[in-house]
């Protein structure tokens, strides 16, 4: 894999900073976390320019796309090659990464890789600026574009759900912190990583680990045991940092970013903005909205840039 060396593309300071005294700012301790929701989280969206509004649709279209073919339809998830046209780059082949690592399958012509020993999901995505982004997967995604071939990956990576929230440390959170080292020698410079769902709560924990720049979408929180070992290691100890360095959007009613926070001591951590929902985009054939955080994120983006691309299918895209 051959990446340009380029700076990765950054939010501005305003975006994190100041938070103490912003309306609508739902603080919580620890100072490392915050969240945003309703008009304060839609006016610190508003903060981002045009270039930063696409980098944040282009990762949270890729990170989908690593989801099962079912999948994405079912939540109107952004196919890959779709994302590719909306934002251009590319998807990355990771041979030197997957040879290090180990135990690593893939098919031909996908986009994505699977760990089998832990059930981590991850590819990479060039911008055409030549950023990289290491994408982790939710839970039920893998190497495949089919269910049967997911099946083991997914029990792991529900295995991996449940010792996070019980306070463990899981293998999981392990793997992605050696696949993202491994991923900053082949990318010297420009790397950040991002996900979606447990791909989010990864990408939240690899990148702190590493000291890169995350974009997590819906994601889970951080149990017990992942938190302890960020603190023990520093990686919490600059809460205006971990709040620059962390972004993640989730979506009013999606109960995943929450589960654990109350009565297990979990959290989400950086910089969250809780967006409330478009009316006018049809709710998704399941009980929530966790699936469906790229189409209201387009359309909470088009009010301020209504010229930027989707990856939806045409017909779709038409609705926002």
Same mark, same amino acid.
């Given at each position: ?139 039920? !995604? ?29 293998? /999981? ?53 992942? /938190? ?19 972004? !993640? ?45 790229? !189409? ?11 010229? /930027? ?12």
């Amino acid at each position: 894999m051959s990446a340009p060396r380029r700076q990765a593309v950054r939010f501005p300071a305003a975006l994190a900073h100041s938070i103490r005294l912003a309306p609508g700012a739902e603080r919580q301790v620890p100072g490392y976390a915050v969240q945003l929701s309703g008009q304060a989280a839609l006016e610190r969206l508003a903060l981002l320019n045009e270039v930063q509004a696409r980098q944040v649709l282009s990762v949270c279209a890729a990170s989908l796309s690593l989801y099962p073919g079912w999948e994405r339809h079912d939540w109107t998830m952004p196919e890959p090659q779709a994302a590719l046209r909306a934002y251009g780059g590319q998807f990355l082949r990771l041979p030197a990464v997957v040879a290090r690592l180990g135990q690593v399958r893939h098919v031909p012509g996908r986009q994505s890789y699977l760990h089998a020993p832990s059930g981590l999901t991850f590819a990479a995505y060039q911008s055409p600026r030549g950023n990289v982004t290491l994408l982790l997967g939710g839970t039920n !995604s893998s190497h495949s574009e089919y269910q049967a071939p997911t099946v083991p990956a997914e029990v792991k990576q529900v295995e991996a759900n449940l010792l996070n929230l019980l306070g463990r440390m899981p293998q /999981l959170h392990r793997t992605a912190d050696l696949l993202t080292l491994l991923m900053r020698d082949e990318v010297k410079s420009g790397l950040s990583i991002g996900g979606h769902s447990l791909g989010g709560g990864l990408a939240q924990y690899a990148g702190l680990m590493n000291g890169l720049q995350v974009l997590a979408f819906s994601p889970t929180a951080l149990g017990r045991g992942v /938190l302890t070992q960020l603190s023990r290691l520093g990686r919490l100890a600059d809460a205006p940092k971990v709040l620059e360095r962390v972004q !993640s959007f989730s979506l009013e009613g999606d109960p995943i970013p929450k589960i654990g926070t109350r009565w297990f001591h979990s959290q989400v951590v950086g910089l969250q903005l809780q967006l409330p929902l478009i009316p006018g985009i049809a709710p998704a054939q399941h009980a929530t909205s966790h699936g469906q955080i790229y !189409s209201h994120l387009l359309a909470h983006l088009r009010q301020g840039w209504p010229q /930027l691309a989707s990856a939806l299918q045409t017909n779709e895209a038409e609705q926002l």
